[in-house]
């Protein structure tokens, strides 16, 4: 796959040289796997899911987890017409000679992505069409607690926790190799492992009827569980993406989350809580940031501001973060989670945003899904983040919850207005955002009982909130999709009758879903037409005492507690947060006595919540604020440092290549001044940007640096820490003002390895020309430009051409220049390579 990158749309996605990276010699591994999301690569790099699991199986030397993402329409074209299989990112092995695919469900609008991984892979969609020589498809994420509708794709589903799960499973794997067993021995031997859900191993009997076990004695899977995440090794030298939509540190402080919030599926599933210790954080947080050099860092859980040491945690790590002008990010926080001296601290640093998650407009509402918080409360929260500088608030609600009347949705429109009020006038760029979704009933929680408003009735109040938002000054409203959010609807409580949907849905063209500008609802409803599956059925409610399809699957959490749960919504009865209040026994935990549900892990795992204090630290006094911030705009040495860009950095654009310079001088520790103003930036500058795909041994880049460094020592102290392809050669000290040289002669060699007698005639003819007009792109639109006058010389060798352009008077991209002398070649025909820069005075 790699051999078509010149061809990619956006060839960075399928590199595999990020720093961080792991590589492995494949004669001294035992056991393969590839890492698959189902979502391209931006969106999965955002995900922390897979660094984990990644971290947790390379640590073993004998095994090898590599990545793989969902390529785009454009560039699974290109590669059916070459034959060429999708392959891991790192050594681009294609995904079928490895010995495990292990998917990561993340919500149920992957589906069909899933199908077109494994189709792009050659290999066969059911576990009953595949056999020993294909690899063993895995699956792990929120989404197996009911992922039925694909049970017929998966050999074996990881439920709950999975950096122990997924290394035991390679383990057996390797032993099942040594001994050559069978694929269906093998699946046998790996219940054995807690937490694995082996599909082929229950039989469905029909919609409203009990699944069937066929495995004596594997009646019900219950979930893994990591129960002190202290002793997992959490990973620090995380892979630093080129681009990603949450491009930042991610550090995981807290698992589970026991607020209680009646829609929330994670909340349920994952509980109970386990915080992090503050050494553990601290040296996560130090390392982290060390070895990645990032410029931003998150601190996320299912509910952040409920971890019990935040303050103590921000005490620890501001004064690092902001020596370095690093940002503390936050997801949506509960109202009334962050204190004052922590706003204070993230107000001097880079405000990032403020989201709060209220969920609903009215009290009334907030009561029925247990949310805790009241106005006042959010208000108050409100009236801080603006005495601090904030100028924008995000609010998240969802709509259609049980209950729900149009007096609840005026009740947003309502609270958007209170918070918009509560800025003050001496706000100037105020804006309060409502995002809204669409409730969807989650299995495992007491909500699964619940209908899902229909489609009409979905967009009737969309309509009818956008109607009110219009009508008033600085508050906006953005919406998930109906669409959307009616599918997941079907496939979240679905059976596996929807597996033949899925299948019938991908071949007619359905293909990542969860984007709005690709969602096609049209394939699924015409696969369950044709299958006499009914749409309404799937959203409507279901009956308490009727099975459910994912009753075989165990989060912990008992039946009882999920009806008594549903009991109190209904009559708007609130449950506290069992951290902090009584235990209301629902069934997953050993404290106070209780008996844990899971029976598997109870003996050898320590199955209650695992604090860092009783209570929240935020709750108690807090010492007053006060640190002096370093100056960062100090220039104390400026450079000009000359690199080689080569092999996959070719690829690198010259957006990526600036994120990627100002993380390798975080790591060698050479400290970039930065610009004055609300977004500092650090002061680094580069040359003419060089077209991706295009490689060099003579780019350079100019720095400021905030202290001095002789200029070998900046060279040595950045070799070791750039990517694959980044190489520094030297660098040149200069004056410090902000006008240097520039160049205005540069030489590249063009390599031919075919056609050079018809490729040099091209030139000839190019060059004995007085004009050689060509259309080029500009921002007015199409223009003619003659190129002719660009290149200065040409000279044959062996194999090449050497070309001088002269961009003293216009410049055109040497790729585009070269092809439109060549006709009829392609960029997978030729490579260029800039070898030199000439000044001029």
């Not at 082929?200 to 009827?209: R, T, V």
């Not at 006042?376 to 904030?390: A, Q, S, T, Y």
């Not at 911030?629 to 000359?642: C, E, G, Q, S, V």
């Not at 092999?647 to 930065?674: D, I, K």
Request: hydrophobic share 35%.
């Amino acid at each position: 796959m790699k051999e078509l990158l010149p061809i990619l749309p956006r060839p960075s996605r399928y590199l595999g040289s990020e720093w961080g990276a792991t590589y492995k010699d494949p004669s001294t591994v035992t056991v393969r796997c590839a890492l698959a999301f189902p979502d391209m690569y931006e969106v999965g790099m955002s995900y922390l899911g897979q660094k984990i699991l990644s971290q947790a199986v390379n640590i073993h030397p004998q095994f090898w987890a590599e990545r793989v993402f969902t390529p785009c329409e454009e560039t699974a074209a290109i590669m059916r017409d070459h034959d060429a299989p999708l392959a891991t990112m790192e050594s681009d092995t294609p995904l079928g000679e490895l010995d495990a695919i292990a998917f990561s469900l993340t919500h149920e609008l992957c589906y069909t992505n899933i199908l077109y991984l494994l189709d792009l892979a050659n290999i066969p969609f059911r576990t009953a069409d595949r056999d020993e020589t294909h690899p063993l498809i895995l699956a792990g994420g929120g989404a197996t607690f009911n992922a039925e509708p694909m049970a017929p794709f998966f050999d074996a589903m990881v439920l709950g926790d999975g950096e122990e799960a997924l290394p035991e499973i390679l383990k057996y794997i390797e032993q099942g190799k040594l001994e050559k067993i069978s694929r269906k021995e093998l699946l046998h031997r790996l219940i054995n492992i807690p937490g694995i859900y082996v599909p082929s191993f229950f039989e469905s009997n029909g919609p409203g009827k009990p699944i069937k076990p066929l495995v004596k004695g594997y009646e019900t899977v219950e979930k893994a569980m990591v129960d002190d995440l202290n002793t997992t090794n959490f990973p620090t030298n995380q892979t630093v993406p080129f681009g990603a939509i949450h491009d930042r540190l991610t550090i995981e402080i807290a698992r589970g989350c026991t607020r209680g919030c009646r829609f929330c599926q994670a909340g349920m599933i994952y509980r109970p809580v386990r915080e992090r210790s503050l050494d553990n954080l601290d040296e996560i947080l130090t390392k982290g940031l060390a070895k990645t050099g990032y410029e931003e860092t998150s601190l996320l859980s299912l509910s952040t501001g409920d971890f019990s040491a935040l303050d103590s945690l921000f005490t620890r790590s501001f004064d690092k973060c902001a020596a370095e002008q690093i940002s503390i990010s936050l997801p949506s926080l509960r109202v009334g989670s962050l204190s004052a001296p922590i706003m204070e601290r993230i107000s001097s640093i880079r405000r990032t945003g403020a989201t709060l998650a209220p969920e609903a407009g009215s009290q009334r509402m907030r009561d029925v899904i247990n949310k805790g918080i009241n106005e006042e409360d959010l208000l108050d929260h409100v009236r801080l983040l603006f005495k601090n500088g904030w100028q924008g608030v995000k609010l998240y609600f969802m709509i259609g919850l049980p209950t729900e009347t149009d007096e609840d949705l005026d009740a947003i429109v309502d609270l958007c207005l209170k918070v918009r009020d509560a800025a003050g006038s001496h706000i100037k760029r105020l804006q309060v955002s409502a995002a809204v979704s669409p409730f969807v009933p989650k299995p495992q929680t007491p909500f699964q009982w619940e209908p899902q408003i229909p489609y009409d009735e979905i967009r009737r109040r969309i309509g009818y909130l956008r109607d009110e938002f219009r009508r008033h000054k600085r508050i906006n409203i953005k919406y998930h999709e109906p669409e959307m959010t009616s599918l997941e609807g079907v496939f979240s409580r679905g059976d596996r009758r929807l597996a033949e949907v899925v299948e019938k849905a991908y071949e007619n063209g359905a293909l990542f879903s969860s984007w709005k500008d690709h969602l096609k609802l049209e394939p699924y409803k015409e696969a369950m037409e044709d299958l006499g599956l009914s749409w309404d059925e799937y959203i409507g409610p279901r009956d308490p005492d009727a099975p459910l399809p994912w009753d075989h699957l165990s989060c912990g959490i008992t039946k009882k507690y999920l009806l008594k749960e549903h009991e109190r919504a209904l009559s708007g009865t609130q449950t506290e947060d069992c951290r902090y209040a009584a235990c209301r026994n629902c069934g997953v935990c050993e404290f106070d006595g209780h008996v844990s549900t899971l029976t598997s892990q109870s003996k050898s795992k320590d199955i209650q919540p695992k604090m860092v204090f009783t209570e929240r630290d935020q709750e108690c006094e807090q010492p007053p604020y006060s640190i002096e911030k370093p100056d960062l705009t100090i220039k104390a040495a400026h450079f000009r440092l000359w690199y080689e860009k080569n092999g996959p950095a070719a690829y690198l654009s010259q957006l990526e290549l600036q994120a990627v310079f100002e993380r390798a001088f975080r790591r060698a520790r050479l400290p970039l001044s930065f610009s004055a103003g609300f977004h500092p930036m650090p002061k680094l500058s580069f040359g003419k940007a060089l077209p991706v795909g295009v490689s060099s041994t003579a780019e350079w880049i100019n720095i400021f640096l905030r202290e001095d460094f002789k200029p070998a020592e900046v060279v040595t102290r950045l070799i070791p820490n750039m990517p694959l392809g980044l190489k520094p050669l030297k660098a040149d000290r200069l004056n410090m003002g902000k006008k240097q040289l520039q160049s205005v002669e540069e030489v590249f060699e063009l390599q031919l390895p075919e056609d050079m007698k018809k490729r040099t005639e091209q030139w000839s003819d190019f060059m004995n020309k007085n004009e050689f007009m060509v259309d080029k792109r500009t921002k007015r639109g199409m223009a003619k430009m003659d190129i002719r006058p660009i290149v200065k010389e040409l000279s044959e060798n062996e194999n090449s051409l050497t070309i001088v352009f002269d961009w003293r008077e216009q410049y055109i991209s040497p790729l585009v220049l070269c092809m439109s002398v060549m006709k009829g070649i392609t960029l997978l025909d030729f490579t260029l390579t800039k070898t030199a820069q000439h000044f001029e005075k």
